[in-house]
């Protein structure tokens, strides 16, 4: 199943002739000898493989970072693909000098995918700030320098373009003029469009053994059957409108990446602290790239984006052979990876009411570590007080039950009630009845529900701190 796969290498377009299922990186390191890029872990966990990836968006080209160890050759199609050689300028860039006089490198392995990532930070923003700095390089990791050098570099470069007054207007053209960029990147517009007029997007097999969209997860788990299978791919992102409101409801692409969920107005504006809790899901260059339906589909008990939409009340929207259906996702899951859906429907979208005004949302997680892993039990909660009742609520709670579970009971033991201690006390109960964990390597039964429960109490000390402080001595 070899293609033509057209797209700009830091400065050339080139033509691959390759499955769309290889990965970029193969590609870079092996076809094209570009070998700053590394391989190191191809999970998506090191960030050594990470590149800059460049869509046409209207008359501009937005850049993201990504692990090119997840991305199939063909979802770089009238792409600019950058790599840290397409980052070269006639001597160091600020970036690589930072890097050199703070010392925050020894072997250089990981170096590239940092000065990557920065890249795409100050790309991305308009505003600079150390913490956001720190977070654009979350997924990329040092085992010999030791982080603390690399925090310094960084803020030794956003304190130094903070105070320069030639970051104005075309973000690109003020980043060639502090020489952070080389001078090609101002043309790559005008050659994207070329190469999009001159060679369309190929029609991929409509009858495939796989569906593309992200790709994060399944990247990992089924790569080598992927390189012998038909794929089809379901990921666009040249579209700003990702997350949109028609009357009360709010509508999010199934295609729209995590990323693009907690950088959108409408989420923020309805849930103000969304970025402090996909800071929790998984590093940036992932975040880029996982998809909100990917998330949903692939219908992990421990899904964070699923447990957020749980607590939403979301609902999804089927299609196939151009007729739609609802269901609630609530209702989706009938059992382990096992979905009310049939082989042929595609997510196309999702909703959710958008909240009322003094509605609570809160989302708890445990992992191992605290940032970029696996939760062992997450829950998140919706909650609205009218004259002191509770008049609405949605709870969900993940990696205690064979699927991603909507807390009924617990809904239904809450509403109409006043939050008071023995309400609490019984919908705790109600909800540690509804669940059925498993022992595993993210711990217990029994400790999976301490945690739950722990973790439920958390949402409602959030919501009433006095309350929990007074009255929950448990």
């Not at 830091?10 to 002739?17: I, R, S």
């Not at 090191?46 to 997840?70: F, H, P, R, W």
């Not at 925090?151 to 320069?164: G, P």
């Amino acid at each position: 199943m070899e293609l033509p796969i057209n797209f700009i290498l830091n400065q050339k377009t080139v033509e691959a002739n390759l499955h769309p299922a290889a990965t970029v990186l193969d590609y870079i390191r092996k076809h094209q000898h570009l070998t700053g890029t590394k391989e190191g872990c191809r999970e998506g966990d090191c960030g050594a493989c990470t590149i800059l990836v460049g869509s046409l968006i209207e008359d501009g080209v937005q850049y993201k970072n990504v692990n090119s160890c997840l991305m199939p050759l063909g979802q770089a199609e009238h792409k600019h693909i950058v790599t840290i050689e397409g980052l070269n300028c006639s001597q160091l860039s600020p970036i690589q000098q930072a890097f050199v006089d703070e010392g925050g490198t020894q072997c250089g392995f990981c170096t590239p995918g940092f000065i990557v990532s920065l890249t795409s930070y100050l790309l991305a923003n308009d505003n600079y700030n150390i913490d956001d700095a720190i977070d654009s390089i979350a997924g990329n990791v040092c085992r010999c320098t030791g982080h603390t050098t690399i925090k310094r570099a960084v803020k030794k470069i956003i304190d130094s373009i903070a105070s320069k007054t030639e970051l104005t207007g075309d973000k690109i053209s003020s980043l060639i003029s502090l020489e952070i960029l080389p001078t090609y990147f101002a043309e790559i517009p005008t050659r994207l469009k070329t190469i999009r007029k001159a060679k369309p997007s190929q029609e991929y097999e409509q009858k495939s053994d796989f569906i593309v969209a992200g790709g994060t997860d399944l990247f990992v788990q089924k790569e080598d059957e992927l390189r012998k299978s038909k794929i089809k791919f379901y990921f666009n992102d040249n579209s700003r409108d990702k997350v949109w409101i028609e009357g009360n409801q709010c509508f999010i692409d199934a295609k729209a990446a995590i990323s693009d969920f907690g950088n959108s107005d409408v989420i923020q504006k309805y849930l103000p602290e969304i970025k402090k809790y996909i800071r929790l899901f998984g590093s940036l260059p992932i975040r880029n790239r996982a998809t909100i339906g990917g998330n949903i589909i692939n219908a992990s008990p421990i899904g964070d984006m699923t447990c957020i939409l749980l607590a939403l009340n979301a609902a999804l929207h089927l299609e196939k052979d151009k007729s739609t259906r609802q269901v609630q996702l609530k209702d989706f899951y009938k059992g382990y990876k096992s979905l009310d859906k049939s082989i042929d429907e595609i997510l196309t979208k999702i909703s959710f009411e958008l909240p009322k005004q003094n509605t609570l949302f809160n989302f708890e997680k445990v992992s191992r570590r605290i940032h970029l892993d696996i939760a062992s039990v997450n829950t998140a909660m919706q909650l609205k007080i009218d004259n002191g009742i509770i008049t609405h609520v949605n709870i969900s709670a993940g990696g205690v039950a064979p699927i991603p579970l909507y807390l009924t009971e617990m809904r239904k033991s809450l509403l109409g009630k006043k939050i008071n201690s023995s309400t609490i006390s019984e919908a705790l109960q109600s909800a540690l009845s509804e669940v059925n964990p498993i022992t595993d390597v993210r711990g217990s039964a029994d400790y999976k529900k301490l945690l739950l429960r722990q973790l439920l109490l958390a949402h409602f000390h959030k919501f009433s701190p006095q309350l929990i402080e007074e009255e929950l001595t448990l």
